[in-house]
Structure formats: structure tokens, C-alpha cells
T-cell receptor
């Protein structure tokens, strides 16, 4: 069973608010990811990290930012939320070594911006 | 752009029937994974296939990787309501630095 946790699970906020989605894993994985998931669409990678102090943007342009100060923690921040940010956000982690890229996912954070 | 196309997008069948879900691409993958995602949960890995022509079985689920490593299929025998979920395929391309390329998923509903 994966040990990766996301909070909050659900969030409804107004336009312009700053939000942080939390993600923590206890597996000691070096790589962590943030994906955006919308119905009928493939998962889009918005940020990833190879380890502490490493952050990279994914293939989907995003106005969010991430930080990786500790191995186990990879929060995602939206400085000013807009209705277009409404989506499901999935955090995942994997081991750095190996070529199969197996991911362990959290349960997701469903964000609704009014 | 590398794409993984999954078909069908949606499938609703009766308990006990068989079904096959497809994942196709024009790109070659070093490995391909299948995940299942239930409502309100994150995707969970079912299987990884790494060798062209490989067949793996997981109880009533049979996964096959194409000989050319461009496609994969998932066959479910005697589907059960517990098989209901979103099935996602994801491939690791040779030159993608191990980043996964995702399909859009097949939403499967098994009616009792």
C-alpha cells in the first residue's frame, strides 16, 4: 500500500485566493510529481522533482509553483486561483533509479475555484 | 508529440462478460504500465510490461505488450463489478528521461 498523502482532499475557494496543496510521502522516494487530471483527458505533468532543492516544470504550462525543501514533502502553490484552475490534482512519487517509472499516487486534491 | 490512444473511451457491460481495452501509439516504448483508478482515489499500478510480445496475467486480467512495443492490450475475463474503474495506460519512451506518456483512459462499468 502506497504511503503518500494529499491534503486537502476537496477545496472550494473564490477567485484570487492563494492556496497550497500539500503532498507527503514516507517511502523515501527521490522523485515526486504533480499531475492535473480532467475527465476524458490524459494526465498532464505540471511539476516534478528529482530530489531536495530540485524542481522542474512539466509539459503542461501552469501558473503554480512547487518547492522541495525536504525529501518527503512537495507542496504546490497557486498564488491567485482562477476558475480555469478547477481540476483534480494528483501527487505521485517514484524511486529515482530504474527504468520502469512506476508511480505511487496520492488520493488527489479536487480544487474548485468559483 | 508522443501520444497513447486508448480505446474504447467508455465501456459498460454486464457481469460475466469478457472485454478488451487497447492502448496504441506510433512511438516505441521501453516499458508500458497499466493503472486502475477508482472514484475518489489515485491510480494504482496493475502491471508493467517490458518485453515485446510479453503476456502477463493477474487473476482474470491478461496484459499483452505488442511485438513492436508500440501497443498493449488488457483483456478481462468474466468481468466482475469490482473491476469497475478507470483504466489508464502509460508508456516510458526511450528518450523521455523516464517520464511517462499517458493515455486518456477507458472508463469501465460492470453492471451486476
Amino acid at each position: 500500500e502506497a504511503d503518500i498523502y494529499q491534503t486537502p482532499r476537496y477545496l472550494v475557494i473564490g477567485t484570487g485566493k492563494k492556496i497550497t496543496l500539500e503532498c507527503s510521502q514516507t517511502m523515501g522516494h527521490d522523485k515526486m510529481y504533480w499531475y492535473q487530471q480532467d475527465p476524458g483527458m490524459e494526465l498532464h505533468l505540471i511539476h516534478y522533482s528529482y530530489g531536495v532543492n530540485s524542481t522542474e516544470k512539466g509539459d503542461l504550462s501552469s501558473e503554480s509553483t512547487v518547492s522541495r525543501i525536504r525529501t518527503e514533502h512537495f507542496p504546490l502553490t497557486l498564488e491567485s486561483a482562477r476558475p480555469s484552475h478547477t481540476s483534480q490534482y494528483l501527487c505521485a512519487s517514484s524511486e529515482l533509479a530504474g527504468n520502469t517509472g512506476e508511480l505511487f499516487f496520492g488520493e488527489g486534491s479536487r480544487l474548485t475555484v468559483l | 508529440t508522443q501520444l497513447l490512444e486508448q480505446s474504447p473511451q467508455f465501456l459498460s457491460i454486464q457481469e460475466g462478460e469478457n472485454l478488451t481495452v487497447y492502448c496504441n501509439s506510433s512511438s516505441v516504448f521501453s516499458s508500458l504500465q497499466w493503472y486502475r483508478q477508482e472514484p475518489g482515489e489515485g491510480p494504482v499500478l496493475l502491471v508493467t510490461v517490458v518485453t515485446g510480445g510479453e503476456v502477463k496475467k493477474l487473476k482474470r486480467l491478461t496484459f499483452q505488450f505488442g511485438d513492436a512495443r508500440k501497443d498493449s492490450s488488457l483483456h478481462i475475463t468474466a468481468a466482475q463489478p469490482g473491476d469497475t474503474g478507470l483504466y489508464l495506460c502509460a508508456g516510458v519512451a526511450w528518450d523521455s528521461n523516464y517520464q511517462l506518456i499517458w493515455g486518456a483512459g477507458t472508463k469501465l462499468i460492470i453492471k451486476p
